[in-house]
């Protein structure tokens, strides 16, 4: 099933070479049909993620010989407008219905996680961007058994696709924190496209927050609705700031950087009986003595489950998205590099595609 003016060829953003080549921006790249259960999506907005930076550079968990020629991304909004042929699992969505696109391209669907809303840690995962084209194109063909409905939203394309990816990561996020209102949530990395939406949430479920990034994003940080802004620049004084503040420590603490750092810190301005939450990933060294003395409980946040992605959708509704910088899909290596080096502040968003 077809709708009609469907393109033979595209523009794409193709990884070909070696890891550490930049993209090439073809504008002949072929236009894919959709296979037995999968749906061809016209993209309308594409987020930039700094997971993209993984299978163009060569990061975990990018595979030691590179996926090429690969379409990068994986924080797509758009609409369906082909349905390859149903092989018995029963299609949810029709063409013309408006649906996004994560990290995650298919799942198994019968593993534990699967079974118990924990997709997000199903082990035979396959990826947008890594294991089969991802979303920086004009159309993509994907299988439906992971799409996510878009709900009515007062929130533009460019502001729904970020939270595709990185509004499941952060909700899901500062829900492993297991806080309850009144307490305080610590966001490292607070002016990213992760760390903005989880200061956000954390407001939104009555959680006192404090920020923490460098100086320079303090007003973007506070914009977004933190009770205290701590530059981490300022090494010496991160800690006892973060204790003065939070009356003997943070709750809860989310980690949205890659810097070793930030988890260190993160340990001695914990209060007792404290979860800090992992999203940016680091290899970081420390002795466990110091998460007993305290009774701290460290937890990693991959991704967000389909369900943290759906409640993302949903509260864009009372406002709850991330500031985006609409670039071209020429300029996806520019952003990613940003992101790399850390001067990103809010999220990339590449429209029109």
Not at 56 to 71: C, E, K, Q, S, T
Not at 112 to 134: A, E, F, I, P, R
Not at 140 to 164: C, D, M, Q, W, Y
Request: proline share 5%; hydrophobic share 40%.
């Amino acid at each position: 099933m077809a709708s009609d003016a469907i393109p033979a060829v595209q523009t794409a953003a193709v990884l070909k070479g070696a890891y550490g080549e930049l993209h090439t921006i073809v504008e002949d790249w072929p236009v894919p049909k959709p296979g037995p259960d999968e749906a061809l999506i016209r993209i309308e907005a594409s987020g930039v993620c700094s997971g993209d930076i993984n299978p163009r550079d060569g990061y975990p968990p990018a595979p030691n010989i590179p996926n090429r020629p690969l379409v990068s991304g994986h924080e797509g909004v758009g609409y369906i407008v082909a349905l390859g042929e149903d092989t018995g699992r029963s299609f949810e969505f029709a063409i013309g219905d408006r649906v996004g696109m994560g990290w995650r391209r298919s799942t198994c669907h019968q593993c534990s996680s699967c079974q118990t809303s924990k997709d997000n840690l199903c082990q035979k995962v396959k990826m947008n961007g890594y294991d089969g084209h991802g979303t920086n194109q004009e159309y993509v063909a994907v299988p439906v058994s992971n799409l996510i409905s878009i709900p009515k939203s007062t929130a533009k394309a460019t502001e729904l696709a970020p939270l595709l990816c990185a509004g499941g990561t952060a909700l899901g996020g500062v829900r492993s924190a297991n806080l309850k209102p009144g307490e305080w949530l610590c966001v490292v990395g607070a002016a990213g496209g992760v760390g903005g939406l989880a200061v956000q949430y954390g407001k939104h479920f009555g959680y006192h927050v404090v920020a923490i990034d460098s100086n320079k994003k303090e007003k973007h940080c506070m914009k977004m609705g933190a009770d205290v802004f701590v530059d981490y620049e300022d090494t010496e004084t991160v800690v006892h700031r973060i204790r003065e503040a939070t009356n003997g420590g943070s709750h809860g603490t989310v980690v949205c950087s890659a810097s070793p750092t930030s988890y260190s810190q993160a340990i001695e301005y914990s209060a007792v009986g404290a979860t800090i939450v992992s999203v940016g990933p680091a290899m970081v060294q420390f002795h466990t003595g110091h998460l007993m003395v305290k009774g701290l409980k460290l937890v990693a946040q991959t991704n967000g489950s389909k369900t943290d992605i759906e409640d993302a959708l949903a509260l864009s509704n009372v406002g709850i998205v991330s500031p985006v910088e609409v670039i071209l899909l020429a300029n996806v290596d520019k952003a990613l590099d940003a992101l790399k080096l850390g001067k990103a502040v809010g999220r990339q968003v590449i429209c029109p595609l």
